[in-house]
């Protein structure tokens, strides 16, 4: 977003403080040490999509020729300059990579080698999935839902991310504020599709300063008074209003963090979408906003043609993307780490694939299995994990596919969850499993990618859904509510006593519940939208109950 002011919601979002009051202790742990709150912690996620061509991003320097002259006589890297290329001469020579040049500071006004040389970029190589699937649709599949090519044993309608965010911060559902916020593309990410909760992100792309949510705002008001039940209409229907409510909800939270007072960005970012996009994240969280996931994205990496402007000139298409990606990321860092909030930020590159090590006839590279993540911050361990790939594997009876998988994606991200934002290995088992080897990710970490200042140690693994222990007394239903919540007993109740609080605790509402037709309703009309807690009590038991009026 360009230099943006949201100014503007739809006429029926109503203002909202950030946080509902219990967020601040949500998270604390009771061992408040260095490494043990986990509470300000969010990942942003760049999707580099299209299939990045990691060859030619990273070079293997150790097998150059055969690359240069074999494999990619037109479009190769030249090795013009490798003190300044290479991302460190002290690696080991199976590590030796060069940076295309597009990644390199000075000359470019890049950053890459930058964060490289400041100890705030670990590179992974090969990462990948078993069997890859080089279909564009079916890899992004994968890879959002988290599984691989032998299996969707993990869940084809929901989303890695979602089921991780709605495990490891149950506590804070719902909440006015989104747990995850999509920027850059209007197709909202299925990653963030959860199991159980609706709306649990935003996707704020295309909303501009006179009129921030307009997406979902087409009901007109008041949802359809009969939602049928048990049916995929019904369901669907469901989803719609749902969404509608925690967006007018959302978009007020994202307005304040945006509009506060101290949340401009501290440094210039270049012109290019990108960057606007990691501008919007920074000011944001700068802005006090609680969300803990963000993904950002920039297309057309799918360089079938045309990668490489002619033979032997390694400016065009990929250049130019490289050098956005690479550009925009380190104005970021540097914008983060203008003040503390950079200590809690760690950001990731991915791309559904990568692409063949042979170049085709049209100067450019076709659909092809591994590619290399970046991961960046003030708490990531600068280095390189893993070996050059082995560019012989491809030959012309594979289609010329590198194909060994040296990190699993989701080992990569099993990592970070546990490793920075302090999840128990049940989340990180609910977000993705091994289903072939019946083994869990969180025993497949990689190792070194958190500063040992940074790194969550498992005595203070905090993350973790402790809502499933907890004995339910009531139901409380529809939640988002417009006029009656309704209160059905689990256990017989004649009387039900109900207060009801605001997100700063303040007691709004209080009365009781006549049982005697096996239910009852809380007349919620008259309150303002937004985020409350309903405190229920009858015959020694309490419960309390987070509910979005609409």
């Known amino acids: ?314 400016n065009g298409r990929h250049f130019e993307l490289l050098n956005e990606v690479s550009t925009a990321v380190d104005a970021f860092v540097k914008d983060v780490n203008s003040d503390s909030i950079g200590d809690d930020i760690i950001g990731i590159t991915f791309s559904e694939f990568g692409r063949k090590a042979k170049q085709n006839g049209n100067l450019g590279t076709d659909h092809g299995e591994i590619a290399p993540m970046f991961v960046f911050g003030k708490p990531v361990q600068g280095g390189v994990s893993g070996i050059n790939v082995d560019l012989t594997e491809a030959t012309s009876s594979n289609n010329w596919q590198i194909k060994t998988v040296q990190h699993d994606y989701r080992q990569v991200f099993a990592t970070l969850m546990q490793d920075f934002l302090g999840a128990e290995n049940t989340v990180v088992d609910n977000a993705f499993f091994d289903q072939t080897n019946n083994e869990s990710f969180s025993s497949k970490k990689i190792q070194d990618i958190i500063k040992p200042s940074h790194y969550v140690d498992s005595s203070c693994y905090a993350l973790s859904n402790n809502t499933t222990n907890n004995e339910t007394f009531w139901a409380a239903y529809p939640n988002p509510v417009y006029d009656k919540l309704f209160v059905n007993p689990i256990t017989n109740n004649s009387q039900v006593k109900y207060d009801i609080y605001n997100t700063n605790g303040g007691l709004i509402k209080s009365g009781k519940l006549d049982m005697q037709l096996g239910y009852a309703a809380i007349d919620m009309v008259s309150l303002p939208q937004g985020l409350y807690v309903v405190t229920l009590q009858a015959d020694g038991m309490q419960e309390s109950k987070k509910v979005i009026k609409a």
């Open 1 to 314: 977003m360009k230099r943006r002011e949201f100014v503007k919601l739809s006429s029926t979002a109503s203002a909202l403080g950030l946080l509902p009051f219990e967020v601040g202790a949500a998270l604390k742990l009771a061992n408040s040490t260095m490494n043990c709150d986990v509470s300000s912690r969010k990942l942003i996620l760049i999707e580099l999509r299209g299939g990045n061509d990691g060859l030619n991003t990273l070079i293997p320097y150790d097998n150059y020729g055969y690359y240069s002259s074999v494999l990619r006589p037109d479009i190769n890297i030249p090795d013009v300059n490798f003190s300044n290329q290479a991302v460190d001469t002290l690696l080991p020579s199976n590590q030796q990579l060069m940076f295309h040049p597009a990644l390199l500071d000075g000359q470019y006004n890049s950053g890459f080698k930058g964060l490289y040389q400041s100890g705030m970029l670990r590179i992974l190589q090969s990462v990948g999935y078993p069997s890859a699937n080089k279909s564009h649709f079916a890899s992004i599949d994968l890879w959002s839902t988290g599984n691989d090519g032998n299996s969707w044993n993990n869940g084809k309608d929901s989303g890695w991310m979602g089921r991780f965010m709605e495990e490891a911060y149950s506590n804070l559902l719902p909440s006015n504020f989104p747990l995850g916020i999509q920027l850059g593309s209007s197709n909202t990410w299925l990653g963030f599709h959860a199991e159980h909760e609706h709306g649990i992100a935003m996707n704020i792309e295309g909303q501009d300063s006179e009129n921030f949510y307009t997406v979902l705002n087409g009901l007109s008001g008041q949802p359809p008074s009969n939602i049928p039940n048990n049916s995929h209409y019904g369901a669907e229907l469901q989803y719609v209003v749902d969404t509608d409510a925690s967006a007018n909800i959302y978009s007020q939270s994202i307005q304040n963090a945006f509009n506060a007072p101290g949340s401009n960005n501290l440094v210039a970012y270049p012109e290019t979408d990108l960057a606007n996009q990691l501008k919007t994240v920074a000011r944001l969280i700068r802005g006090g906003i609680e969300t803990k996931v963000y993904m950002v994205t920039i297309g057309g990496f799918d360089t079938h043609n045309a990668q490489n402007q002619g033979s032997g000139d390694i």
